[in-house]
C-alpha cells in the first residue's frame, strides 16, 4: 500500500484539473507485480503496441486479477484508445453513449459500460493514476447515472401510455416526483468495486390529486421493481448493480416505493439512531433531485438533533456489538479471512467513529453535516472534536483499508471484504499492491487493523462515571431513594445511564462544603429535568460537566432551576470556547445574525434567538459564579447578550413584517434602551426597559401588499417585537420588556415619531421623564434616526431648567417610591433609604441639574460633584456603596429566585457574597451594608435639600 498523503481531503473529482492534457503514461506513479507469470506475459504480448510503463501495469493487473484479465481481453480495443487519451474524459465519454438509450438497448449499454469502468477505474487505481476519491467517484458516477437511466427508462413508457395521472413525456426529467436517495457508499460518493447500492426510493406524493394517490404509489412500486430488474438481473453480459432496498422505513411491511409523507411519519414517531446514522450520507442520486433535496430538508431535524447528543455514543457501541454477534467477528489477531469491513479495526469502525461524532454535534454545527468519511474526519479536527494527528491517523487508515478492500474484490469481481486464507493469497494480494515481502505485507496489515480497535475501543467502550478518579462508596441517603420516580429517570435507559453515573455524583456532592444543602439543591434540579437520556449521557462523556453541575447545585439553586428547565445550554460548556475571551456585543450581534440568516423559517429564528440568548446568558453566570468575572463585568456582559439579541432580530422581525406590510415608510425606526439597559449594565433576572422610535410623517403609507400609515405600520411592528422578545415559544422566552418610560407611558402610543417625541420632552414631559432621559441610549435600528433621538436627549439635557422645582419633584418622587414598597429584610440593596434606587435618583437628578452627558451611575455622580451639587467625597461614599449593594444584587439575581433572605442561603451562596464583596462573612457584610446606606442616606437627605450653585447664582 502506498503512503497517504497528509492531506485530509481530495474531492472525488478534485483531481481532473490537474489531468488535463495528460496521458495515462504520464500520470502512473506505481505498479502491481504480476503473480502469475504466464497471465503477465500474455498481457504482455497483447499490449505490445503500447509503452513499457502501461505494459507493466497491464501485465501486473493480468498476473493478479482473473477478472481484469479477463476485461482487458474482451475490451482489448477499447482499451487502447482509452490508455491513449487524457483519463479525465475517458468515463464522461461512455456516460454520454449511454443517455439516448432505450431501456432495451439499456440492459446491454449499462452492463458493458460498467466492465468498462470497472476496468479502466481498476487500472487507474493500480498505477495511481487515480487517488482512490477519484477512484470511488468514478465508480459512484456510474452509479448514479445508471439509476437515473434506468428510472426514467422504465418511466417512459408509463408515462406514454398515462399510467400517472396528469404526468406527460414532460415530466420526465424530474420522473413525476419519484427520486432514488443513496445510501452508504453511494450516497458518500465511495462505491467500491463490488458495492452493491444501497437506494431508498420515494415519491412526492404532493404531485398528485389524492384521488389518483393509490394509483400513482401502485405504479411507482412497479416502476421500481423494473427499474432493479433491469440494474440487477444476471444476463450473459453480467449485472450492472445489485440494488438493495432495505434501508427504507420498516421494510418488512412497506412497499419498495414510499410516499414522502409515509417516510417522514416514520421517521418522526420511531426513527432510531442507526436510521439517522444512515442518513448522514443520504443522497437524491436521480429523478426528482430537487423533490428529494427538500425532503431531506424536511428530514433535518430527526438527522440532526439540536443539542448535543452523546446517548448516541452507546447506540453506535450496541450497533457494533449487535454486528460483531451477528457476523461472528469478534477479537482475533489471525489475519486469514479477516473482515476488511465489519472485523475488529475495519472500515466500519473509523466510519462509525466518525458518523457518531457528527451525529454529537452536528446538529450545533452544519459544518460537520459532511457524507463523506474524509472531509468529515478533517473538519472534526478543524472544530476541535478530536486531534488533528487522530483525523490523519484514521485518514491514512482509512484510505489504505480501502484500497486494500478493492484490492480482495479485484481478484475475481467477488462480493467480499475477507482477507484471504492461505499464504497463495495472501501472496497475490499483496503483489497486486506491489508489495514482494509478504511477511511485511501482513504486519503492516495487522498493526493498521490494531491500530484503528485500539481508537474504536478508546472511544466507544462506555467510560463508567467516576473511572477518572475512583469515587469513594458513599451510602445513598433517603432522598435518593425518591430520585427514580422523576420524569428524567421513566425510562429504562435513563436509570442505566444515572445508575452508573450516581457514585460520582454522590462522591462529588458529599465533598461540598455543605453537603446535605448540595443535595437538596441536586435534587431540585434532578426533579426539574424533563428528560434524561440525554443529558446524563452528556455527563457521562464529560466529568468536568458532572464537577460543574455539583458546584451549581450547592452554591446557586436558581442557577440549578435554571439548568433544569434549559439544560441544552451544557451544550456550549463543551463546545471549546465557552472560557474563552469574552467576544463583546458587535461579534455577539454578527455571530447570532449569521445564525438568524441560516435558519429558513421567522418561527424557526425565534427558537435559534432564545437557544443562543439561553446559552450566553448561563455562560456569563457561570463564569460569574466561578469568579471569573466581578459584578460589574458580569452586568456588562449581560447587557451585551440582550444588546446582541436586539440588533441580530430586529431585522429578522422587520423582514417578515415588511412581507405582509411593505418595507417600513421613512427613515425607519430604532429601539430605545432606558433604565439599566440603557445605562448598559444588568443583571441575570432584568428585564428589558425599552421604547420605540421612528421616523415618518403621519401621511407616509407603506408599500405592501397590506399597506399602512405609518403611525399604525410602527404601532403593529412593535407589537410585533414584543410578542418576538417576550411570548414563550417551545425554547421558552428571551426578556420580559417593560415599556412604560416611553413617553405618556401607559396612555401614549407604544410607537412615537422623532417630531413628536421632541415635542414631547421640551414641552410636556416631567421631571422623572427627564430623569429617565439620562440613561436612554438607542441600541439597535436606523442609524440616522439614533442620531436624531440622541440630538434630542443632549438638547433637553442642555436646556435651561428651574433646579428648585427639579429638587423638589424628586424630593416627592423619592417619597412616593418609599411609599410605594420599603425595602425587605437586610440584604434587599435596591430598596429603602440609601440603597440601590435612592443612589441612582440622586445620580440621574445630579447629570440632569449639570447637563451631564453620562448615563452610568458612577459618572452620573462624578459629572454632579464637579458641577458643585455633590462634593467629591460624597459622590465617592455614594459610589461605593453603590457597587456593593449592587454586587450583593448581581449575585443575589443569580443564585436564588426571589427576594435574598439570609436564613435561605447555604454556605456555597455564603461564600460566593463574600468572595464578591470582599466581607469575611454573611454578617459582617450585613453590618456593612447598613452602615454604608445609613451614611449614603443622609448625604441624599442633605443633597436634595441643597440648591446648586449655580442655580444659586442665577438666583442672586
Known amino acids: 500500500m502506498h503512503p497517504a498523503s497528509t492531506d485530509l481531503w481530495i474531492d472525488r473529482r478534485g483531481f481532473a484539473g490537474h489531468q488535463l492534457s495528460m496521458t495515462f503514461s504520464a500520470a502512473i506513479t506505481r505498479s502491481p507485480i504480476p503473480y502469475d507469470t504466464d497471465a503477465a506475459r500474455d498481457a504482455t504480448a497483447r499490449f505490445e503496441d503500447l509503452s513499457p510503463d502501461v505494459r507493466d501495469v497491464l501485465a501486473g493487473a493480468a498476473g493478479?486479477?482473473?477478472?481484469?484479465?479477463?476485461?482487458?481481453?474482451?475490451?482489448?480495443?477499447?482499451?487502447?484508445?482509452?490508455l491513449a487519451a487524457d483519463p479525465a474524459t475517458v468515463l464522461p465519454a461512455e456516460y454520454e453513449a449511454l443517455r439516448p438509450m432505450g431501456v432495451a438497448e439499456l440492459k446491454t449499454g449499462l452492463r458493458r459500460a460498467k466492465g468498462r469502468v470497472a476496468l479502466f477505474a481498476g487500472l487507474a487505481d493500480l498505477a495511481g493514476v487515480w487517488r482512490l476519491e477519484e477512484v470511488t467517484g468514478a465508480?459512484?458516477?456510474?452509479?448514479?447515472?445508471?439509476v437515473d437511466l434506468a428510472m426514467k427508462g422504465v418511466l417512459t413508457r408509463d408515462f406514454e401510455r398515462g399510467k400517472f395521472p396528469g404526468q406527460t413525456e414532460t415530466d420526465l426529467p424530474s420522473a413525476g416526483g419519484m427520486v432514488a436517495l443513496a445510501m452508504g457508499k453511494m450516497g458518500a460518493g465511495e462505491l467500491n468495486y463490488s458495492s452493491d447500492i444501497d437506494l431508498i426510493m420515494l415519491f412526492d406524493e404532493s404531485r398528485y390529486p389524492e384521488a389518483d394517490f393509490h394509483e400513482a404509489r401502485s405504479n411507482f412500486v412497479k416502476a421500481t421493481r423494473r427499474m432493479t430488474a433491469l440494474l440487477s438481473d444476471m444476463t450473459g453480459d453480467g449485472y450492472v448493480w445489485r440494488t438493495d432496498l432495505r434501508l427504507r422505513p420498516d421494510p418488512s411491511v412497506t412497499p419498495v416505493c414510499l410516499s414522502m409523507e409515509a417516510a417522514e411519519r416514520y421517521y418522526e414517531s420511531v426513527g432510531r439512531t442507526w436510521e439517522r446514522a444512515a442518513h448522514i450520507k443520504a443522497r437524491p442520486c436521480a429523478g426528482d433531485v430537487a423533490a428529494g433535496e427538500r425532503y431531506l430538508e424536511r428530514l433535518r431535524p430527526f438527522i440532526w438533533r439540536r443539542h448535543l447528543d452523546f446517548a448516541a455514543i452507546q447506540d453506535a457501541h450496541d450497533m457494533r456489538l449487535k454486528i460483531k454477534e451477528h457476523k461472528g467477528h469478534h477479537g482475533t489477531r489471525s489475519l486469514e479471512g479477516r473482515d476488511l469491513k465489519l472485523g475488529p479495526g475495519g472500515i466500519r469502525e473509523i466510519e462509525f467513529f466518525t458518523q457518531t461524532r457528527q451525529i454529537i454535534a452536528g446538529g450545533r454545527d452544519p459544518s460537520l453535516r459532511l457524507r463523506g468519511t474524509v472531509p468529515a474526519l478533517a473538519q472534526l479536527a478543524k472544530t476541535g472534536w478530536i486531534p488533528m494527528e487522530l483525523a490523519e491517523e484514521l485518514t491514512t487508515h482509512y484510505r489504505d483499508l480501502r484500497e486494500l478492500e478493492h484490492r480482495v474484490q479485484m481478484v475475481a469481481d467477488a462480493r467480499t471484504h475477507a482477507l484471504p486464507t492461505t499464504p497463495e493469497g495472501f501472496d497475490r494480494i499483496a503483489r497486486m499492491c506491489g508489495e514482494g515481502d509478504t511477511a511485511a505485507f501482513r504486519q503492516s496489515?495487522?498493526?493498521?487493523?490494531?491500530?484503528?480497535?485500539?481508537?474504536?475501543?478508546?472511544?466507544?467502550?462506555?467510560?463508567?462515571?467516576?473511572?477518572?478518579t475512583p469515587a469513594a462508596d458513599v451510602e445513598e441517603p433517603e432522598i435518593v431513594r425518591r430520585w427514580r420516580l422523576y420524569p428524567a429517570l421513566r425510562s429504562a435507559r435513563a436509570q442505566e445511564i444515572f445508575e452508573r453515573l450516581k457514585p460520582d455524583l454522590l462522591a462529588r456532592l458529599n465533598a461540598a462544603p455543605r453537603p446535605e444543602e448540595a443535595l437538596q439543591a441536586f435534587d431540585g434540579f434532578l426533579s426539574g429535568l424533563p428528560a434524561g437520556v440525554q443529558l446524563f449521557s452528556l455527563f457521562q462523556a464529560n466529568p468536568n460537566l458532572r464537577a460543574l453541575i455539583v458546584d451549581i447545585a450547592s452554591t446557586a439553586p436558581a442557577l440549578a432551576s435554571y439548568l433544569s428547565r434549559n439544560s441544552q445550554v451544557l451544550d456550549a460548556v463543551i463546545g471549546g470556547s465557552f472560557f474563552s475571551q469574552w467576544p463583546g456585543k458587535v461579534e455577539l450581534a454578527r455571530d447570532l445574525s449569521q445564525r438568524l440568516?441560516?435558519?429558513?423559517?421567522?418561527?424557526?429564528?425565534?427558537?435559534?434567538?432564545?437557544?443562543?440568548?439561553?446559552?450566553?446568558?448561563?455562560?456569563?453566570?457561570?463564569?460569574?459564579?466561578?469568579?471569573?468575572?466581578d459584578a460589574a463585568e458580569a452586568g456588562r456582559q449581560f447587557a451585551d447578550v440582550a444588546e446582541a439579541v436586539l440588533v441580530a432580530l430586529l431585522p429578522a422581525i422587520q423582514e417578515t413584517f415588511a412581507e405582509r406590510h411593505g418595507p417600513m415608510p421613512g427613515r425607519g425606526g430604532v429601539a430605545v434602551g432606558m433604565g439599566s439597559l440603557g445605562a448598559g449594565w444588568i443583571n441575570a433576572s432584568s428585564d428589558l426597559d425599552l421604547i420605540m422610535i421612528y421616523d415618518a410623517e403621519k401621511t407616509d403609507m407603506s408599500n405592501g401588499p397590506r399597506p399602512l400609515p405609518a403611525?399604525?405600520?410602527?404601532?403593529r411592528l412593535t407589537k410585533a417585537i414584543l410578542t418576538a422578545l417576550s411570548a414563550p415559544t417551545a425554547e421558552g422566552r428571551l426578556y420580559e420588556v417593560d415599556m412604560r418610560l416611553r413617553p405618556s407611558g401607559k396612555q401614549g402610543p407604544v410607537a412615537t415619531s422623532l417630531s413628536s417625541f421632541d415635542t414631547y420632552q421640551h414641552e410636556e414631559a416631567w421631571t422623572w421623564e427627564h430623569l429617565a432621559l439620562t440613561r436612554s441610549r438607542a441600541i439597535a435600528g436606523n442609524s440616522k434616526v439614533a442620531e436624531g433621538v440622541e440630538r434630542v436627549r443632549l438638547s433637553v439635557l442642555s436646556a435651561p431648567r428651574d433646579a428648585e422645582k427639579v429638587l423638589a419633584d424628586v424630593r416627592d418622587m423619592r417619597r412616593r417610591l418609599a411609599e410605594a414598597k420599603a425595602q425587605e429584610g437586610p440584604l434587599d440593596v435596591k430598596r429603602g433609604s440609601g440603597g440601590m434606587q435612592d443612589i441612582e435618583l440622586v445620580a440621574q437628578t445630579g447629570a440632569l441639574l449639570a447637563s451631564a452627558q453620562a448615563r452610568r451611575t458612577a459618572p452620573q455622580l462624578h459629572a454632579a460633584a464637579r458641577f458643585g451639587w455633590l462634593t467629591h467625597s460624597e459622590a465617592e461614599q455614594l459610589t461605593s456603596t453603590y457597587r456593593l449593594a449592587?454586587?450583593?444584587?448581581?449575585?443575589?439575581?443569580?443564585?436564588?429566585?426571589?427576594?435574598?433572605?439570609v436564613d435561605a442561603l447555604g454556605q456555597g451562596a455564603r461564600e460566593v457574597l463574600a468572595r464578591e464583596t470582599g466581607q469575611t462573612d454573611i454578617q459582617v457584610l450585613i453590618e456593612e451594608l447598613a452602615a454604608r446606606r445609613a451614611e449614603s442616606a443622609a448625604i441624599i437627605d442633605a443633597v436634595l435639600e441643597r440648591m446648586p450653585p449655580r442655580a444659586k447664582a442665577g438666583a442672586a
Do not use: N
Request: charged residues 30%; aromatic residues 10%.
Open 445 to 468: 496489515i495487522a498493526d493498521r487493523l490494531d491500530a484503528v480497535r485500539a481508537a474504536a475501543e478508546r472511544f466507544f467502550v462506555p467510560r463508567v462515571a467516576g473511572a477518572e
Open 597 to 629: 440568516e441560516a435558519t429558513g423559517d421567522y418561527e424557526g429564528q425565534l427558537d435559534v434567538a432564545r437557544r443562543w440568548q439561553k446559552e450566553w446568558h448561563f455562560r456569563v453566570g457561570v463564569h460569574h459564579l466561578r469568579g471569573l468575572v
Open 886 to 901: 449592587r454586587s450583593v444584587q448581581s449575585v443575589g439575581r443569580l443564585i436564588v429566585d426571589g427576594p435574598l433572605e
Open 139 to 146: 465508480l459512484t458516477d456510474f452509479a448514479d447515472l445508471s
Open 64 to 82: 493478479c486479477s482473473s477478472y481484469l484479465r479477463g476485461l482487458m481481453e474482451r475490451e482489448a480495443d477499447w482499451l487502447r484508445e482509452a
Open 711 to 715: 403611525p399604525t405600520y410602527y404601532a
